[in-house]
């Protein structure tokens, strides 16, 4: 019985007898597929309203100078009526013969279709806002939003790296607040603030230590000694910047063995590079006694400080002799991973290498800020290795951790670190009964919780447990890293989330722990529920395609 | 604390679990004299989102915006109008919070978009291939370099008088480093890139000749005669791009032969941001991809027979090569490539050119304008949106005074080649389509005024 005419009813759900139909589209209700941009885009269309006629000349300045006097006009200004001269006509531009004859082949949208485009994209990906993103070693927590108000303040994103210094005195300020914060809660002396991210901080500590034990006239060290458990960026910074890298042991219990690296200490080693807390998430007990070994053999320590959210406001590094550290903003100080990048790596520097490090750097002078570059350096900086990237740095980046360290304050930072081991100490210890945990025993881990793949069904491995967690809503951990541990699964947790999380993550990884351990064939194959199933990466490596190619046209095709 | 959603009761419960009495005793295995015993000393506490705020605003308002200004800065950073809605996008939190699309299945949405990026950059630089972006320009061209020395096995690179000095400053404090051998010089005020000159120093050593498109100075010159003598001596040419919207208007260096093109792409979507962060483009020809560093997305099909995007060709990097990898790059620089992509994609091929011509015709009748101040002279014979003027006095204090009246004017050489005499007078005027003839004539009568 219909309610009116038109044969309205409330929805009743019935049994389903019929299967689920495939859709013409492809798309899954809120799942939309997308096609790329060179299949719905055109090189005609244009997102974008420009304030001239396109292809006339004389036409174009007008139109320019017109839409220049409306916009006066409207904020109250007297409306110009110069001119700036006549355009240049066909023929009398200035490109030295060089104009575009042939196409580029680049579509365009017009808006709504871009924002279409893009926000259906968005949706294939997984993200913190999302859900819980475990991956150790990367420090997903909570990027707040505040940070990201703050840094399009018009004063800090409208402003050019080459203004005059008098009127960019406020980001000045922001570079030399965050470098306060950065070298007393580490400890150290000094830091350089333009490296564009860990890699590139790495990169900035090693060739501290080479510009310093070349003035030292000590330039022929020529070895790195780097964990095996190191990040991959380890060596090949110390590659990068011409040293050899020769591997430490580990002892049994996941650290550095502290007495092997002592006896290849001599005077060809440079310097050691050491992750602390290291990847197998332990704190390296010995770093101090290491610390002195390698100085009193004449080298440097060099510390990855990608971990640094186990201990901030805790530990300062400085107090173990360390001589230089990154601290990735991105982690640490919660600027957003933004799927790759921008990071942002600034470098601190104890008293031995801080006349070596780079150039630029923002100096308070009674209250003015001066920007230290090429050009001044020399008076009491001659020792600098010079500059890494154009510019200053991530400013970008700055405003954001700096915006979160405010908000945290010495207090908050401190709670961080706690929460953070909490959180991973919480998850080793309701796990550890399921899955495999090398250096469980070794003692409460520190911000990340590594396991193993020992115990799994044969043919089973940690990818199937990281494709199932994928099907269960989680991102999953970080696979077969550290090296040093056999299918390794590194879960880091951070500090941002809520135990109802962890229980809700704890149960998943313990459920498809036991499937892999059982055998379940349907884990070969996850994930099922995600906008693709397992990729085809050897295909991909085999038979490259980096970019998108026109379709043979119908006739050529035909041939 | 508002981002820390962990109770006291919730850190008690967890404790227990753990079999730990307090949350020192998971501190265990830091030394007792290193461990801290309450929040450092000498920084405040924490603050709330007002207050913070509060903070922030004051200290940007501290500075003269670039909106604010008639405002004529380039030299390798460009104010251009990014749409309102490449901001919007950018902002999802699934772009924003994702990391590195190491698990493909659920990172579609960034690897589809880096393969975009990758084609519309290669297509835009004119080369077969691009990656999925680097830093910025400055550290994309010293990988350029290293590139070539990888590639060539030689370890000498020319570099053009006309590229970027930071470029150069940042290519010559590696290669103290690495070895590499680099032949640099100043460049003149000139009409002209003088290409002979560097052509006449290729050699059976050269790795490489880094040529910028247009130059520091804003000049253009045809690359193809340069390409040619590089080839001559199998040498590669790189072609630097610092200002990405010229190749709306101009032959790409792609299409004039360069092996490696890198540029900064900071141009399109990303805005002026005091230096930072800016996206690094690189592309170059198929036959040198396994010899590229950074991350490389790729397309492949999935179980189910689907298209899908993967990263590719990672035993170029360091997490599967440590010491043997292309290069120590990890992070790129996703988000800005974000930018740019959306941006470019809003304008397409149309808005593009359309974007170039206004800022090519507002740059011709700028440089009429301020030319025809007494004393003052147009270096360039060729330029896009930016070209160079010689005052008849020192440049470097002339801005600041002109700064002082609210007109950020350009800039001057002196602060870029600090010490070089010859180029004192020498200032670097921009002009993009956010610059109205009456910020041109702001300029003109100040700077008429100034010299007079």
Not at chain 2, 143 to 158: H, N, S, Y
Not at chain 2, 286 to 299: A, S, T
Not at chain 2, 432 to 448: G, H, K, M, R, Y
């Amino acid at each position: 019985m219909s309610i009116n005419q038109s044969g309205w009813r409330p929805t009743a759900p019935e049994a389903n007898t019929g299967g689920v139909p495939a859709s013409v589209t492809g798309n899954k209700a809120l799942m939309l597929e997308e096609a790329l941009i060179f299949e719905i885009g055109d090189t005609h269309t244009t997102g974008v309203d420009f304030e001239f006629l396109p292809g006339t000349g004389r036409g174009t300045i007008r139109r320019m100078v017109e839409g220049a006097v409306r916009e006066r006009a409207v904020l109250g200004k007297p409306p110009s009526t110069s001119c700036a001269g006549p355009p240049p006509r066909a023929g009398e531009d200035r490109l030295a013969g060089l104009s575009r004859t042939a196409p580029i082949g680049l579509p365009g949208l017009s808006e709504p279709e871009t924002v279409r485009h893009y926000t259906r994209l968005s949706r294939q990906n997984y993200g913190i806002d999302l859900g819980f993103f475990p991956l150790g070693s990367c420090t997903m927590k909570h990027n707040p939003r505040l940070n990201e108000k703050m840094a399009r303040l018009p004063g800090f994103s409208d402003v050019h790296p080459l203004q005059p210094v008098d009127t960019v005195q406020g980001a000045l300020e922001v570079i030399h607040q965050l470098a306060h914060w950065l070298v007393t809660l580490t400890g150290m002396t000094s830091v350089a603030m333009s490296p564009k991210a860990g890699a590139h901080g790495e990169l900035c500590g090693i060739l501290a230590i080479r510009a310093a034990l070349e003035a030292k006239g000590e330039g022929a060290r020529k070895i790195i000694l780097v964990p095996e458990s190191a990040h991959g960026t380890n060596p090949a910074t110390a590659a990068f910047a011409g040293y050899s890298v020769e591997d430490i042991p580990a002892t049994a219990e996941g650290r550095v063995d502290t007495a092997a690296l002592k006896a290849r200490l001599g005077p060809d080693v440079a310097g050691v590079m050491i992750t602390n807390p290291n990847t197998c998430g332990l704190f390296e007990r010995d770093m101090r006694e290491i610390s002195d070994a390698v100085h009193a053999a004449g080298g440097f320590v060099y510390c990855d400080g990608a971990n640094f959210n186990a201990i901030v406001g805790r530990v300062r590094p400085g107090d173990l002799g360390i001589d230089a550290m990154h601290i990735n903003l991105h982690k640490t100080f919660s600027t957003p991973h933004g799927g790759g990048g921008p990071g942002s790596g600034p470098v601190v520097f104890s008293e031995a290498l801080t006349p070596y490090a780079p150039l630029p750097f923002v100096e308070n002078r009674d209250g003015q800020f001066v920007l230290v570059e090429e050009e001044t350096a020399g008076e009491h900086h001659a020792g600098s290795f010079g500059r890494m990237v154009a510019f200053h740095g991530q400013m970008g980046m700055f405003t954001r951790a700096l915006t979160y360290i405010l908000s945290h304050g010495a207090d908050g930072l401190r709670q961080v670190s706690e929460d953070a081991v909490l959180n991973a100490n919480y998850i080793l210890r309701s796990l550890d009964d399921t899955l495999d945990a090398p250096f469980g025993p070794s003692g409460p881990c520190m911000h990340e919780a590594l396991f193993s793949d020992s115990g799994l069904a044969a043919g089973f491995s940690t990818i199937d447990i990281a494709k199932g967690l994928i099907d269960e809503g989680f991102h999953p951990m970080t696979m077969y890293f550290p090296l040093v541990v056999h299918g390794a699964m590194l879960v880091e947790p951070t500090e941002t989330e809520s135990k109802a999380a962890l229980d809700q993550f704890i149960a998943a990884l313990r459920s498809v722990a036991e499937r892999a351990k059982a055998g379940d064939p349907s884990l070969k194959t996850a994930p099922h529920f995600a906008p693709r199933a397992r990729l085809d990466e050897t295909l991909a490596a085999r038979k490259p395609v980096l970019v998108w190619k026109d379709p043979a046209p119908l006739a050529q095709a035909a041939e | 604390m508002r981002y820390l959603p962990m109770t006291q009761p919730d850190r008690e419960a967890m404790l227990a679990v753990i079999g730990a009495a307090t949350i020192d005793d998971l501190f265990v295995d830091v030394p007792e004299a290193a461990r801290l015993d309450g929040p450092v000393r000498e920084l405040p506490m924490h603050a709330s989102e007002m207050a913070v705020e509060r903070h922030m605003s004051a200290l940007a308002k501290k500075n003269l915006t670039a909106g604010e200004a008639p405002f004529f800065l380039g030299c390798g950073a460009y104010k251009h109008h990014v749409p309102a809605s490449v901001d919007h996008l950018i902002q999802r939190g699934e772009f924003l919070t994702a990391y590195t699309p190491y698990q493909p299945e659920i990172a579609q949405g960034t690897l589809q978009m880096l393969f975009e990026f990758q084609t519309q950059v290669a297509r835009l630089l004119g080369t077969d291939v691009a990656n999925a972006s680097m830093y910025d320009g400055s550290t994309a061209c010293w990988e350029a370099i290293v590139m070539a020395r990888r590639i060539t096995k030689r370890g000498k690179a020319i570099l053009s008088s006309g590229l970027h000095p930071h470029y150069v400053s940042v290519a010559n404090t590696m290669a103290k480093f690495t070895g590499d051998v680099l032949d640099t010089t100043a460049p003149e005020l000139v009409a002209d890139m003088d290409l002979d000159q560097l052509i006449a120093k290729i050699d059976d050593d050269t790795s490489c000749v880094v040529v910028q498109y247009p130059d520091i100075l804003g000049r253009i010159a045809d690359l193809r005669p340069l390409a040619d003598a590089c080839h001559a001596k199998k040498a590669l040419l790189i072609a630097v791009v610092t200002e990405p919207v010229a190749l709306g208007a101009i032959t790409s260096p792609g299409e004039m032969d360069a092996d490696i093109v890198v540029g900064e792409g900071q141009s399109l979507g990303v805005g002026l941001q005091f230096g930072g962060p800016y996206v690094g483009l690189f592309g170059c020809k198929d036959k040198y991809v396994r010899q590229m560093p950074g991350r490389l997305c790729g397309e492949t099909v999935d179980a189910d027979g689907r298209r899908g995007f993967v990263l590719t060709l990672s035993t170029r990097e360091q997490h599967i090569r440590r010491e043997k990898a292309t290069s120590n790059i990890c992070t790129n620089s996703g988000l800005c490539a974000l930018a740019f992509s959306i941006h470019m994609t809003l304008l397409g091929e149309a808005g593009l050119r359309q974007l170039a011509e206004v800022n090519h015709a507002g740059a011709v009748s700028a440089a009429q304008r301020l030319s025809q101040i007494p004393g003052v002279e147009l270096v360039n014979d060729s330029f896009f949106n930016e070209f160079t003027l010689k005052l008849p006095t020192e440049a470097r204090p002339v801005v600041r005074t002109l700064a002082d009246r609210g007109i950020l004017a350009g800039v001057s050489l002196g602060r870029l080649y600090p010490g070089e005499d010859a180029l004192a007078n020498g200032l670097v005027v921009a002009v993009t389509e956010t610059t109205t003839a009456e910020d041109v004539e702001t300029l003109a009568s100040a700077l008429q005024e100034i010299l007079a």
